[in-house]
């Protein structure tokens, strides 16, 4: 199963690299099957994300590689720090005009700053790579640590909608946030991400 992706299409996919002050955000890999799948099988972190299922398996991380290395409408970005990945962050452009960030750490990464860092990291990549005019995120309403993260980036509360959640096994209550480019711009000197190439 994982000798199930040529070199050429992962190579294609694979957007810049991108650089914070303390965070690296890459493409995943095959290699990082067995740390998504460790990092992700937490309830408490799947809780709070729409698409993550709990128990989270390392075939499932397989399938969310494999799914995300086509060439799509979905940016997703491994985060590491001290080259060790401590979560993922992404963009989701798959419904035209609502492209979507989402964002999860590990348990043990949380409360040190490293999720407001990499949205911003992934937002700088956004803006800079689309021409959409907003970005849109969400929050359970009960996390307001990941709503906090969307208000330090500069996103404002729209609203609240009901969404259903793969893990909960039903639809929960959520924050609707959006960004408009022209606020980012506002605020892009939080500190510029660096792109490598």
């Known amino acids: 199963m994982l000798q199930d992706f040529s070199s ?5 996919a694979r957007p810049s690299v991108v ?4 965070l690296t955000l890459r493409r995943p890999t095959l290699a990082d099957v067995r740390t998504i799948s ?4 937490d309830r408490r972190v799947a809780e709070n994300t729409r698409r993550l299922p709990h128990p989270y398996s390392q075939d499932d991380a397989v399938d ?7 060439l799509g409408s979905e940016t997703v970005f491994l985060i590491e720090h001290d080259s060790g ?3 993922m962050v992404g963009i989701d452009r798959s419904t035209p005009g609502n492209a979507e960030l989402g964002y999860w750490l590990g348990v043990e990464h ?3 700053g490293f999720a407001t ?5 992934a937002i700088d990549f956004f803006f ?3 021409e959409d005019e907003h970005l849109y995120a969400g929050a359970r309403v009960t996390n307001p640590a990941s709503r906090n993260v969307l208000e330090k980036c500069g996103f404002q509360w729209s609203g609240v909608q009901l969404h259903r959640f793969l893990a909960l096994g039903s639809s929960t209550p959520v924050d609707c946030f959006r960004l408009s480019r022209g606020v980012w711009a506002s605020l892009k000197s939080w500190s510029s991400a660096r792109r490598m190439r």
Request: proline fraction near 3%.
């Open 8 to 12: 050429a299409t992962l190579r294609e």
């Open 19 to 22: 650089a914070t002050e303390r």
């Open 38 to 41: 460790q990092l992700a099988n």
């Open 64 to 70: 969310f590689i494999r799914a995300t290395s086509e």
């Open 85 to 87: 990945p401590v979560g």
């Open 110 to 112: 949380w409360g040190r």
């Open 117 to 121: 860092e990499a949205a911003r990291g």
């Open 128 to 130: 800079e790579e689309f």
